[in-house]
């Protein structure tokens, strides 16, 4: 699979855009925040990704909300440091992030790939301060069950090296978080909130692994059919006209779903 923050911190205005960092005990996060609005939007990036990440949808988003995006532990210029850290480590993170920049009204998490994993543990256990969520092609504990549904003995080869591949590379805390949980979490515990979830099912010529197959690009698009489903104010989104970096591919896709998720508010 792949997956994909930088950033600052405030003085003076808080809508005024300033590089910086914010301190959240035991570690820095690097951060940025602009624009004002009646909601604040934060962006959860994917694994490895820097603030960059947001730039295709970021300056447009500002013009309507409060705009925060930001490195987690291990990327950007926040404190770097390769150990092991679980998707709900990460939410914690976040939440301190927030109380931090004194952003105390809930907020509208918009989460790539594997910021969506931290972004449904933080609906779990911060639901007060969640009031929306929109994903973009996140990760999911069912990406194994999608490989393994069309050829159990390749995918399981396939997993293996992944597995150690990323353990070679020190960021253990990425796939192998979200791939080893089991039984798997339903966070049936996420608030009756709008929940809209994009997903990419775009084929591809050479699929590098199964989870890329046309086969594996149908089974993804109807496992988030049916998650979504499962929400009283759940939409799913499947577009093939992106990869894996919606919000780089169809940026006025994001900005539009999410125009639709707030108006629902």
Not at 35 to 64: K, M, Q
């Amino acid at each position: 699979m792949q997956f994909i923050l930088f950033v600052w911190c405030l003085y003076g205005s808080v809508f005024q855009s300033e590089p910086g960092l914010v301190d959240i005990g035991e570690y820095e996060l690097a951060y940025e925040m602009k624009g004002e609005g009646e909601h604040t939007i934060l962006l959860e990036g994917g694994a490895r990704g820097g603030l960059a990440d947001w730039n295709p949808v970021f300056e447009e988003l500002s013009e309507s909300y409060r705009v925060i995006r930001y490195a987690r532990v291990g990327n950007g210029k926040s404190t770097q440091i390769k150990r092991h850290f679980t998707s709900q480590d990460y939410a914690d993170h976040a939440n301190l992030l927030l109380e931090r920049l004194h952003i105390s009204e809930p907020v509208v998490i918009v989460a790539h790939s594997y910021g969506g994993s931290v972004g449904r543990d933080f609906a779990a256990t911060y639901s007060e301060r969640v009031k929306g969520l929109l994903f973009l092609d996140p990760s999911s504990e069912h990406d194994v069950d999608v490989m393994r549904a069309i050829d159990l003995k390749r995918a399981n080869e396939e997993i293996a090296r992944i597995k150690l591949a990323d353990m070679a590379n020190g960021m253990s805390n990425n796939y192998l978080d979200f791939w080893s949980k089991r039984p798997l979490p339903d966070y049936p515990q996420i608030p009756d909130i709008p929940v809209t979830v994009i997903a990419s099912v775009r084929r591809h010529e050479h699929a590098g692994n199964l989870f890329f197959s046309d086969r594996g690009r149908e089974l993804w698009g109807k496992h988030w059919e049916e998650w979504a489903g499962a929400f009283p104010q759940g939409r799913a989104v499947l577009t093939d006209q992106s990869g894996h970096f919606i919000q780089a591919d169809q940026p006025e896709l994001v900005i539009t779903e999410l125009r639709q998720l707030i108006d629902k508010l």
